[in-house]
């Protein structure tokens, strides 16, 4: 059963069986996704980490089909009514949809009215009338009457022989899986306001009129739908539309019912009652029970594309470009209660912290950059770090004035989200144990600009606030795929072990959070660590945990060089044969190109390490310990545009992406507004998806080509030749406008408007994509 898991996972990822096999080993075996990608290259036949982790995500759901397989079989087979034909289809099932079609009529359920039917003996009576419609279903029914069964006349006798047949053709698996796949492709989700919701709704104003093919939904649709019709604002439901050539008489769903079980209305005496029976079956059980099917069905694929989505956004951010070891000052900007101020060295190390009250209502300006300058040159501040929070346009004025004063000074708007998270979480307590909790969210704004992965690993990555309806996905999915994307994005850029916290140590393949502690609390007590090898006296920290996180750790500065690569230890060997061929000492191999580039890496393959590992080694050895994150760049905001309704048509303007969805990119142009850019405006050539064209974190240009002040919602667009909109906004159409596109060039400038509008409906529902909607004003309908 193993091997053909094996080979379903091969076929989906389009590799050999024997690299799946081994993949699963590995992980079977306690081994990280980051150590199998990165260091067992050979064994899996170079699965790179996006594979794996396909690969790990598929084997658990058909493992857990397995197990409900095997349960199913041993449920049925109690009952006594385990055919051979029967186990063959339950082995043969693929899916777990498909396993319960099957199940279905062996599901242990309360007594339906078809049980009851059949106690009363009125089976007969239903096969009796599907097998020969010349009967008269009223003169057969006499045959039927027992008061002592509860068969009280005919027309009850007929009752009951008609519940028979609705659950007989109710749980048809083959019919019933025919039947979901052709609602699924052509049904529509339709959705109205509810009486009187018009104004308390108002967010989802966009929705009150809707109709759209179930296929064509994109993911934040269906959850701005859900989301409505959970806060009882809209009425939701799922319409199967007809073929085109349906008119009149039954629908194609119930002829393929009939065409399943043999009915056909001729005229005979029986066949009325069979078609109505079947037209009942559909109405009141088969499109009921497909209705709650395929709503499951959008919601998984939904949450599916929503998790993706935050992952996507999460993994932009990690490895956003960090700007090093520079004293930073971090402003976390506030109006009433002051801009809390944290300076923190070159280490993060916090060395002083203030609160200023610059703005109203004290208005103490000069005071408090005469504070900001004072601090900045004693302590030799490098970089300015200011929250993108309330007041942080007005505190990046500020800071602007600061760098006038101190022109070394370099300034950057950072996210502040999941900043209080951290300011009041446990660990925070425990890292600044004397500080006040409202000046911990400094220091973290402080040193997310020095390192943003080293400070966010600190804060559960659902509160960073990069998602798109996260509350409305399953936490279990989401937190299993936002860990994976914080693993993945820590053992890419490796962890120095002197220096880093013991959140961040825990995110390291085959460190726990317990190995974590215990790797402080020993550095902490003998001091930093020379060497790889000394990890080993870490209490607890075995042989398979060195194998999976020693390659990932760092020690720089230590004894032996190749501790502050990515060489793993285990591969020490094949660096000692490089030196050997090349007769130098390993500090004049390091970093020389000229040297390394001359050299052929299967001269040093054998039965161990093969190609990939010693190409690897190369490389490295080439460029040790690189980062592979981007090199740190600021967005300079113009002059004279604080808020929207500075913003004018044909504007150009500088800007950070702060968020990436599925139809577009939110853009921070320092207006404390973040401004849409739709996927239509994003590029002359089709874009699929915005992330072909931007990532969190892109400096870009971005023209303005709407500015709606009252509804706080700025339309951009990356093609600066695009021509701003010089029409009022018209009513949109509700009717799946904008499902698809053609190239740009192909539209006119109008179909490109539309468009934009469809954007805005797509990001209105309900305060998608949390902090990005809330900056750019969708969450208020």
């Not at 951010?317 to 109006?335: H, I, N, S, V, Y």
């Not at 009022?728 to 406008?737: C, H, I, L």
Request: hydrophobic share 40%; net charge negative.
């Amino acid at each position: 059963m193993g091997v053909s898991i094996d080979l379903k996972i091969a076929d989906e990822l389009g590799v050999a069986e024997r690299q799946v096999r081994s993949a699963v080993e590995l992980l079977d075996g306690g081994s990280t996704v980051p150590f199998v990608a990165r260091y067992r290259k050979e064994v899996t036949g170079g699965l790179d980490d996006a594979q794996l982790r396909t690969l790990e995500e598929r084997l658990r759901y058909m493992r857990e089909l397995e197990e409900r397989r095997a349960a199913i079989l041993d449920s049925i087979r109690e009952q006594g009514k385990l055919t051979d034909e029967l186990e063959r289809s339950v082995k043969e099932a693929d899916t777990k949809a498909r396993l319960e079609d099957i199940y279905l009529p062996y599901k242990p359920k309360r007594r339906t009215k078809a049980q009851i039917a059949r106690e009363a003996g009125l089976e007969p009576l239903a096969d009796g009338l599907l097998s020969d419609p010349t009967v008269n279903p009223e003169a057969a029914a006499h045959a039927f009457v027992d008061e002592e069964k509860g068969v009280a006349d005919p027309a009850a006798a007929l009752d009951g022989a008609r519940a028979i047949l609705v659950e007989r053709f109710a749980e048809d698996a083959d019919l019933i899986g025919e039947l979901r796949e052709l609602v699924w492709g052509r049904g529509r989700m339709v959705a109205a306001v509810r009486e009187g919701k018009e104004t308390e709704g108002a967010k989802f104003s966009d929705y009150f009129d809707f109709s759209e093919p179930l296929t064509k939904l994109p993911s934040h649709r269906i959850l701005a739908l859900f989301r409505g019709e959970k806060e009882d604002v809209l009425s939701v439901s799922l319409e199967p539309e007809e073929s085109p050539d349906q008119t009149e008489g039954p629908s194609d769903y119930e002829r393929r019912i009939a065409g399943r079980f043999e009915i056909a209305d001729r005229g005979r005496p029986a066949d009325k009652w069979l078609t109505d029976t079947v037209r009942w079956a559909w109405r009141t059980r088969i499109m009921v029970h497909l209705t709650v099917d395929l709503r499951l069905r959008l919601r998984q694929s939904a949450e599916e594309g929503a998790v993706k989505v935050f992952a996507t956004n999460l993994r932009d951010l990690l490895l956003a470009a960090p700007a090093g070891t520079r004293a930073t000052m971090g402003l976390d900007p506030g109006f009433r209660t002051g801009v809390k101020v944290a300076v923190v060295d070159a280490t993060g190390k916090v060395v002083a912290t203030d609160t200023i009250f610059p703005h109203q209502p004290q208005n103490r300006w000069d005071a408090a950059l005469s504070s900001l300058e004072r601090l900045a040159k004693a302590h030799d501040v490098d970089l300015v770090s200011i929250g993108n929070g309330t007041a942080s346009r007005e505190t990046d004025k500020l800071a602007a004035e600061l760098v006038k004063r101190v022109p070394s000074l370099t300034k950057a708007m950072v996210s502040e989200a999941g900043a209080s998270v951290y300011s009041a979480s446990e660990y925070a307590s425990a890292e600044l144990p004397n500080m006040d909790v409202s000046l911990r969210g400094a220091v973290s704004i402080a040193r997310r600009l020095q390192d943003p992965l080293a400070e966010l690993v600190k804060i559960d990555p659902k509160s960073i606030g990069v998602g798109q309806y996260q509350h409305d996905i399953s936490p279990v999915a989401l937190s299993r795929s936002l860990d994976a994307v914080v693993e993945d994005c820590v053992n890419a850029v490796g962890v120095d072990v002197n220096t880093a916290s013991a959140p961040l140590l825990t995110r390291v393949s085959g460190i726990g959070s317990t190995l974590a502690e215990n790797i402080v609390a020993h550095r902490d007590a003998e001091g930093p660590f020379r060497t790889r090898k000394e990890l080993a006296k870490v209490p607890r920290l075995g042989d398979k945990a060195f194998e999976q996180c020693a390659g990932f750790l760092r020690i720089q500065g230590g004894a032996d060089p190749l501790d502050s690569s990515a060489v793993h230890p285990e591969s020490y060997p094949v660096v000692r044969r490089i030196l050997e061929s090349t007769g130098g000492e390993l500090k004049g191999l390091i970093g020389n190109e000229r040297v390394l580039k001359s050299l052929r890496p299967k001269d040093f393959t054998d039965d161990t390490f093969g190609l990939p590992t010693v190409t690897d080694i190369l490389s490295e050895l080439e460029k040790p310990g690189r980062d592979p994150r981007p090199a740190f760049t600021t967005a300079k905001f113009a002059d004279g545009v604080d808020k929207i309704g500075d913003l004018k048509p044909e504007m150009v303007l500088e800007g950070v992406v702060t968020n990436v969805a599925a139809f577009g990119a939110f853009v921070d142009v320092g207006v404390h507004q973040d401004g849409l850019v739709h996927v239509s405006a994003m590029s002359r050539k089709f874009v699929s998806d915005p992330r072909e064209v931007v990532k969190s974190g892109d400096v870009v240009k971005v023209k303005v080509l709407e500015v709606d002040v009252a509804r706080k919602r700025i339309s951009l667009t990356l093609r600066l030749d695009d021509e701003p909109a010089r029409d009022k906004p018209a009513d949109r159409q509700r009717q799946g406008q904008g499902q698809g596109q053609r190239p740009p060039r192909d539209r006119k400038p109008q179909q490109q408007q539309q468009q934009r509008r469809q954007g805005q409906r797509d990001s209105g529902g309900g305060g998608a994509m949390a902090d990005a909607l809330r900056r750019a004003g969708y969450d208020k309908g």
